[in-house]
C-alpha cells in the first residue's frame, strides 16, 4: 500500500481543470503531494467523534469527487461515528468499517464491495441498490433497515449473528462462504442441519425454514 496507509486515486478531476504551473516534473509532483495531504486530512475528519466535522468532510470529498472515485478504497473507519451520513454513491469498497455506527445513513447506490462491517450498527440505514459482493456483515445490527433484498444479502460474504431489518437472527438461509467457513474453523458438520441451527442460534425448524425460502427468491 505504499508510504500511506490508505490508497489515492489521483486523475485529471482531482487536480482540477486548470493547467499545472509551469512545465516541471517538480510542479505535478508537488500537486499530487498537495492532493494527497488534503485527501488524508478528510479522512482524518471522517474518524473524528464530532458529527459537525463528519458531515464537513463527507461533503468535501463529495464536492472534489473523492468520495466517489475510489480515493477511500481500502481505509480504516473503525468505529467512525458515521450516523446520519449522505453517504449516497460512495464508493466505500474494502474500507473497514468495524464497530461504526452507520444507522439511518444514506448508502444508496453505494459500492461496498468487500467492505468489512463487523458488529457494526446500521440501524435504518437506507441500502437502495447499494453493492455489497463479498461485505462481511458479521454481528452487524440491521434492524430497520431500508430498500434491501434478498439477492443483495446473497452477494454478501458473511452474516454470522447479524439482526436482520425486521429484527430477527440471520438463521444462514443464504449458505454464505464466511459462514461455511467460519462453521468449519468451529469443527461443525455443515451438512448436519441440527448442529448448524445451533451454529446459527435458531431453531432447527427456523433453520430448515430458511433454507427452502432461500429458494424461492
Partial sequence: MGLYPY??????????SKEIPGSGRCDCYAMIVKVMETIGSLIRKLRSSEPKLVRQAIEELRVRGWLEDGSLKGISLCHAHLFGADLFKADL????????????ADLSLS????????RSQMLY??????DLTGADLFKVNMLGSRNVLPEQLRSAKRMYGAIL????????RYQLSGDL??????RIDIQ???AMAEFY???LIAYLRGQEESHLY
Fill in 192 to 194: 448436519d442441519n441440527e
Fill in 93 to 104: 469498497s474494502q474500507v473497514d468499517l468495524h464497530q461504526a455506527d452507520l444507522s439511518y
Fill in 201 to 203: 442460534g435458531v431453531s
Fill in 181 to 186: 467457513e467460519f462453521a468449519r474453523w468451529g
Fill in 165 to 172: 431489518p425486521h429484527g430477527g437472527i440471520y438463521d444462514g
Fill in 125 to 130: 440505514v437506507n441500502l437502495s441498490k447499494a
Fill in 7 to 16: 490508497e489515492i486515486k489521483v486523475s485529471s478531476e482531482s487536480l482540477g
Fill in 111 to 118: 459500492n461496498l464491495h468487500r467492505a468489512k462491517f463487523g
